[in-house]
């Protein structure tokens, strides 16, 4: 079965950096896209940024100039994370996109960042 696995996370102060990786497994069919979401308590899961198997990458408007996705192959994703703010703080989980025609989404378990003020 696909498992989604992130790393990185952590608590760092406002200004610091950190870098989430995520490791896909199991995957047998195409992965259409890969991505990172976020949710703080008591809101909703929102986006943070995808990148399509065209390299096509999509921010928040939140953490545009301060957040970087990338693959690090076709099936691993990471996301630098620059000049942290407080309201960073969350839940943030890997997102995969994957299958043939007729796709399925899976998730990771979470990795806890939290950014002190």
């Known amino acids: 079965q696909v498992k989604l696995v992130e790393s990185g996370g952590g608590l760092v102060q406002t200004g610091e950096s950190l870098r989430l990786s995520c490791e896909a497994s199991g995957v047998n069919l195409g992965i259409d896209a890969l991505g990172w979401y976020r949710q703080a308590p008591g809101k909703q899961r929102e986006l943070v940024a995808t990148?399509?198997?065209?390299?096509?990458m999509n921010y928040a408007d939140s953490v545009k100039g301060r957040f970087t996705i990338a693959r690090d192959n076709a099936k691993n994703v990471a996301l630098q994370m620059n000049n942290l703010q407080p309201e960073d703080t969350a839940v943030y989980f890997c997102y995969a996109r994957i299958g043939i025609i007729r796709y399925n989404d899976y998730w990771g378990q979470g990795t806890q960042v939290t950014v002190a003020s």
């Open positions: 990148i399509s198997r065209h390299d096509i």
